[in-house]
């Protein structure tokens, strides 16, 4: 499932490193990895280590099993986050307090669900040390 | 050039709605076809267009072989979900006034229950295959799941309410009460929709569309032939079909508070020459309960943020100030893909709308929703 504009992002995964792209011509940081930058429709781009850091955007929890090929572990919340790159990610939410808008939450990797169809490493955010 | 007032909706077909049909999506989607003709008191055989649902839709190719076409001239695939009908509309009058062909076919038809859930099925889509690199694998697996951090980010940023989401499924309920041919017609309160379990939070069960089965189907034809057919004429004013930011990543969207219908609504509304105030029934893409809502603002029924008092107090109720989803919608008359919604309008513009007519409807509008926020609408009328 992961072709070759998204190998160095799960590479960087398997590090515990967050990798965007960054395009070769104009340098605008791009995410989801795509062939094309949309700034100045260069292909030639290099992968970018980001800081893991971020403020938290929106969220939701999920109560019902959707897929139990994925997970059959309910509840569990997944949280969209402004990174302070300039690019959006989702991941699951560790933490024993719901998530707020804004709050700075920090960015990690961690071993693939138990029960997913694919062993990538799976994103999740923590609350930012005070 | 414009597309106003050069086509309209002949004629249009439903089948039975129903959680579990024993008949095939292809069966449905030639029923509903067969009864669309012949309610606009054609004949397959005049039928030169098909557009058929892409997602559910058998190819051109088997309309000509099931309908016996002796003169296909035009078919197109709007791949929009549920945007696609709306989609199709446009394009279906737009190839008419072009003089490609004379009468469109759109039909739909789905058999959900007999293969997967939503969850599953969307990710053989192309339009998902980022959600399904990136966001399947952590449990963001169904639409509920995607769209909810949008509902939430509108409850953040404006005090949006679940509360106030429970008024758009109430009323719905109440208006497939009325109707005939809708799945869910036990009566809802408030309370019940409050009591439903979280699904996504903050999406409750009673905010989240069915999964049904059934077929539905139009026929478009120039609005000077409508005039020698069999039903009251129901014309297309004007329609547009628009795309969010980041389409296939809601997750990318910057701004998750808005859908591309943000972007169709004034080019629909300018082409149709008429204003927001003079809708007289709504049929608004029903998905989850916040799309409702935010299709409203979007279109500029009230400013962004206010939809969630829009809503309620019965605005969107027979008899309020702007009734909605006179059908039930897919909340609770069948998931449709939206066919339903533009095959209500129709209705209503013609005044066959039986105990949920809502008086003296002249000109309405249908939207479209599709994947993660593709979005247009219909302005229609009926002729004077």
């Known amino acids: ?130 | 050039m414009s597309l106003r007032g050069v086509a309209a909706v002949a004629g249009i077909g439903e089948t039975r709605y129903e959680r579990a049909s024993a008949k095939s999506a292809l069966q449905l989607q030639f029923e509903a076809s067969l009864t669309a003709i012949a309610d606009a008191g054609l004949s397959p055989t005049d039928i030169d267009g098909v557009i058929p649902i892409g997602i559910t839709g058998a190819p051109a190719e088997d309309y000509v072989v099931n309908l016996g076409l002796p003169d296909l001239r035009f078919s197109a695939v709007i791949p929009h979900g549920g945007a696609s009908g709306i989609g199709a509309l446009q394009c279906a009058a737009a190839a008419i006034a072009a003089g490609l062909c004379t009468a469109v076919l759109v039909p739909s038809g789905r058999n959900v229950s007999s293969g997967e859930r939503a969850g599953v099925r969307i990710h053989q889509m192309p339009q998902f295959r980022y959600v399904t690199e990136f966001e399947r694998g952590i449990g963001a697996i169904a639409p509920a799941q995607l769209y909810a951090p949008m509902a939430r980010r509108h409850m953040t940023e404006f005090g949006t309410t679940s509360a106030q989401l429970a008024e758009i499924a109430v009323t719905t309920r109440a208006h497939a009460r009325l109707n005939d041919n809708a799945i869910m017609t036990k009566p809802m309160t408030i309370e019940d929709h409050q009591a439903s379990r979280m699904i996504a939070d903050p999406f409750r069960l009673f905010d989240c569309s069915l999964e049904s089965d059934g077929g539905a189907a139009f026929v478009v034809t120039s609005a000077e032939r409508a005039r020698d057919l069999r039903q009251p004429v129901v014309e297309l004013l004007g329609s547009a079909m628009c795309h969010p930011d980041s389409p296939s990543s809601i997750t990318q969207r910057p701004d998750m508070t808005h859908v591309g219908i943000a972007k169709a609504a004034d080019l629909a509304f300018e082409m149709a020459g008429v204003g927001r105030d003079d809708i007289d029934v709504a049929e608004v893409y029903d998905c989850f309960t916040w799309v409702v809502l935010c299709q409203l603002e979007d279109m500029g029924f009230c400013t962004k943020g206010e939809g969630g008092d829009f809503v309620s107090g019965g605005r969107l109720g027979l008899g309020g100030a702007l009734p909605t989803n006179t059908h039930g919608g897919l909340l609770s008359q069948a998931h449709m893909l939206g066919m339903n919604h533009i095959v209500e309008l129709v209705r209503q513009l013609r005044g066959h709308g039986d105990r949920r007519q809502v008086a003296d409807a002249a000109v309405g509008l249908a939207t479209g929703y599709g994947d993660m926020g593709d979005g247009g609408l219909a302005i229609m009328a009926a002729a004077r």
Request: hydrophobic share 40%; net charge negative.
């Open chain 1, 1 to 130: 499932m992961n072709d070759a504009v998204s190998e160095a992002y799960w590479a960087g995964a398997a590090r515990n490193e967050f990798v965007v792209q960054r395009c070769d011509s104009c340098g605008t940081v791009r995410h989801y990895p795509r062939i094309l930058c949309s700034t100045c429709y260069s292909f030639d781009w290099s992968p970018a280590p980001a800081a893991p850091t971020g403020t938290v955007y929106s969220w939701t929890v999920a109560h019902h099993v959707f897929d139990p090929t994925v997970t059959t572990e309910v509840p569990y919340t997944l949280v969209t986050v402004d990174m302070n790159v300039g690019v959006r990610v989702i991941g699951r939410f560790d933490s024993d307090v719901a998530p707020t808008a804004g709050q700075a939450v920090v960015l990690e990797f961690r071993d693939a669900l138990e029960f997913r169809d694919a062993d990538a490493p799976t994103p999740v955010f923590t609350p930012a040390p005070a």
